[in-house]
C-alpha cells in the first residue's frame, strides 16, 4: 500500500473498518460464513442473520483478523510495521499497546500465512536441498547435529521457493516429500548427499554437484536454494532464537517474504487479505 493511500486509512476507525470490510466481502456480497449462502439479512445491531441456516454474524467472524478485539486502525499499523519486519516490542512501543496484545496479532498475521500457503506441483527445473536450524552443539556441524531442526527447500526456477519440516533427513523422507511436490519428468538437482540416489528411479532427470569440489557446474547448482538459507537464516537470527512451537510459523513467514520479495507494494495487501481468511476448523 502505498504511503498516502495508509495515511488516508488511518485518519479514522471508520475508514480502517472500511478498508477491511471492503476486503473481506467482494463488491460488498456478504455471505454466510456457515453455509456460504448469500440470503443474508441485515440486523439493526450490525450483525447478520443467514436466511438459510439461521446463523447470525459479523464482518469478521470466522477470520483471523476477528480472533483479536483491538481498533482496526492499530491493525493496519500492525500490519505495515510487520512489513517492514519491525519486532513486536517495538511495534507495542510504537503503536501504544501491550506487547503480549501485538505479539498474539503478528502470531495470527503467521498464521494466517501458513493458512494461505497453498502447496502446488512445482516442475522445470528444480533445486532439492536440506538446512538445519536451531540448537547449537560445539564440534558439530551441518547433518552430525542432533539437536538442529532439519528442514527441506524446494525451489523451482525461475518460480517460487517452498519449505518443509522434516522428522529427519533419510532417503524415504526426502524421497516421500519430494514425489508429493515436484512433478515427474522435471530436472532436478542437489548435492552429492546419498539420501537423494533415488531421485533417478523415480522418473527425474537428477543431477548433482559435488560441493567438495565446486559450488557449481554450469547449471548444475543449487545456488537458489543456498540464497534462501542464507536470506532466512539472517532474519531469524534478528529474534534471538525461536521456540520449536513457533518455528513453523516463522519459517513459512521467511518462505513468503522470499517470494513476494520483488514485490514491496503488494506486500503489505497481500497481509491484510490473509487475515481475512477463514481459521480452519481443526
Known amino acids: 500500500m502505498k504511503v498516502d493511500h495508509l495515511e488516508y486509512v488511518v485518519r479514522s476507525e471508520n475508514r480502517a473498518r472500511l478498508f ?3 476486503k473481506r466481502w467482494r463488491n460488498y456480497r456478504v455471505f454466510c ?5 448469500y440470503k443474508v439479512s441485515r440486523m439493526p445491531d450490525h450483525r447478520y442473520r443467514c436466511g438459510r441456516c ?3 454474524f459479523q464482518d469478521f467472524t470466522g477470520c483471523f483478523l476477528g480472533k483479536l478485539q483491538i481498533p482496526f486502525r492499530s491493525w493496519i499499523w500492525i500490519i505495515k510495521l510487520f512489513e517492514l519486519e519491525v519486532s513486536a516490542n517495538r511495534i507495542a512501543q510504537q503503536i501504544e499497546l501491550s506487547y503480549p496484545t501485538v505479539l498474539k496479532a ?3 498475521i503467521r498464521m494466517s500465512i501458513v493458512t494461505a500457503s497453498k502447496p502446488r506441483w512445482l516442475t ?7 538446512s538445519y536450524f536451531g540448537g547449537h ?13 532439519p528442514v527441506m527447500g524446494i525451489l523451482e526456477r525461475n518460480g517460487q521457493v517452498h519449505v518443509h519440516l522434516l522428522k529427519d533427513v533419510t532417503a524415504e523422507s526426502l524421497l516421500s516429500l519430494t514425489v508429493k511436490t515436484v512433478r515427474r519428468g522435471s530436472i532436478v538437482y542437489t548435492d552429492k548427499y546419498q539420501g537423494y540416489d533415488a531421485l533417478m528411479f523415480c522418473g527425474y532427470t537428477h543431477l548433482r ?8 557446474q554450469g547449471q548444475v547448482y543449487i545456488n537458489g536454494l543456498e540464497g534462501f538459507w542464507s536470506y532466512a537464516k539472517e532474519r531469524l537470527a534478528k529474534f534471538h532464537g525461536v521456540s520449536r512451537e513457533h518455528f513453523p510459523l516463522y519459517l513459512k513467514e521467511m518462505e513468503f517474504r522470499y517470494n513476494h520479495r520483488d514485490d514491496p507494494q503488494g506486500l503489505f495487501i497481500r497481509l491484510a487479505q490473509n487475515l481475512l481468511n477463514s481459521v ?3
Open 20 to 22: 477491511f470490510r471492503k
Open 33 to 37: 460464513t456457515a453455509c456460504h449462502s
Open 54 to 56: 439461521k446463523y447470525r
Open 106 to 108: 503478528v502470531n495470527l
Open 124 to 130: 522445470g527445473e528444480v533445486e532439492l536441498d536440506e
Open 137 to 149: 552443539q560445539k564440534g558439530h556441524r551441518g547433518r552430525s547435529v542432533g539437536n538442529k531442526i
Open 209 to 216: 554437484v559435488d560441493h567438495g569440489k565446486r559450488f557449481a
Open 280 to 282: 480452519p476448523k481443526l
